[in-house]
């Protein structure tokens, strides 16, 4: 089973974006994976899932993230 969290979120954006046949034969057994974890899930939905679990676990994008908000100006 994988592990892949699929969450419904509100408000979704439109993404553009252009990847290798590769990747996207891959994706396309992922999608199979997922759906049978989830029922009705769409390549939206899992994508965005991938996108949060790297996020989460991407420690050098995680202490990026830390330093940008230390450098902020405190709000009012």
């Known amino acids: ?10 408000e979704p954006v439109s993404r553009k974006f252009r990847i290798r046949k ?3 034969e891959e994706f396309d057994l992922y999608m199979k994976a997922a759906q049978e974890k989830t029922p009705g ?13 790297h996020f989460k676990r991407d420690k050098g994008f995680r202490a990026w993230m830390q330093n ?3 450098q902020k100006p405190a709000g009012p």
């Open 22 to 24: 590769e990747v996207s």
């Open 1 to 10: 089973m994988i592990d892949l969290e699929i969450q419904v979120q509100s």
């Open 68 to 70: 940008r908000d230390a």
């Open 41 to 53: 899930a769409d390549e939206s939905l899992v994508l965005e899932a991938i996108l949060r679990n």
